[in-house]
């Protein structure tokens, strides 16, 4: 039973469109973190927040942008979405990390 | 600087035989070390985690690690493998980054077939 909830599963979208995928928790976690993955391909870093009005770049630069407004969401924006923005977006949440609860992901596709 | 390095992008066991997929890390102090389990289209499953302690870890479906710190290695085994076994596989290390944090870092990854 996932206690990390991610929304939509599967997002197909035009070019130029904006897009917020969801990401909410309820385990009462600080930390949380948002990934993206290629098909097959490791996972890259792309934000991550220690709290409420805590948002920070990871190591892979993304067009994408994010906010913590409340404990639990921490949702991921893209202002206009491009073709190369299509893969698999995980979010995850930690307390002390000491290992990360994962999301099902997102798989966005632009067309 | 935390590195992962997991060796063989791609496995190929026959069913019911040993698995045995490697991970090396590099670290200057003792690290956190998981192994993380990914089916298609799905997120990435906590296995197994070696924090402190025993050096033999045993996570879920059968599967465990052992930490060596001489080889700085943290090796993922399962006496006999089961087509359901068949998956991505992410060996990760975790380490403290201040304010209260750790930051987890992912090996590439490996995928495991099974042949039935």
């Known amino acids: 039973e996932a206690d990390i909830y991610q929304t939509p599963r599967y997002l197909v979208i035009g070019t130029g469109k904006k897009i917020t995928l969801e990401c909410s928790q309820t385990?009462?976690?600080?930390?949380m973190y948002w990934y993206q993955q290629d098909p097959g391909m490791e996972l890259h870093l792309i934000h991550y927040?220690?709290?409420?009005?805590?948002?920070e770049k990871g190591d892979l630069s993304s067009e994408s942008t994010v906010s913590r407004i409340r404990t639990e969401h921490f949702p991921l924006t893209l202002e206009s979405a491009r073709p190369s923005h299509t893969s698999q977006y995980l979010c995850?949440?930690?307390?002390?990390?000491?290992?990360?609860?994962f999301g099902s992901g997102t798989r966005l596709t632009v067309v | 600087a935390q590195s992962v390095t997991q060796l063989g992008s791609h496995v190929s066991v026959s069913e019911g035989a040993l698995v045995l997929l490697r991970c090396n890390y590099s670290?200057?102090?003792?690290?956190?070390l998981f192994w993380y389990v990914q089916y298609p289209n799905q997120g990435l499953q906590l296995l197994l985690k070696?924090?402190?302690?025993?050096?033999l870890v045993k996570g879920i479906n059968g599967f465990e690690a052992e930490f060596k710190k001489s080889e700085t290695s943290f090796h993922l085994t399962k006496p006999s493998a089961h087509m359901s076994d068949a998956a991505e596989y992410f060996c990760?290390?975790?380490?403290?980054?201040?304010?209260?944090?750790?930051?987890?870092?992912f090996g590439k990854g490996t995928k495991l077939s099974v042949i039935p």
């Open positions: 670290s200057s102090v003792p690290p956190y």
């Open positions: 385990m009462g976690h600080d930390k």
């Open positions: 990760a290390v975790s380490l403290y980054s201040g304010a209260g944090s750790y930051q987890l870092t």
């Open positions: 927040s220690y709290g409420v009005n805590s948002t």
């Open positions: 995850a949440s930690t307390d002390r990390g000491h290992g990360y609860t």
């Open positions: 070696y924090t402190t302690g025993a050096t």
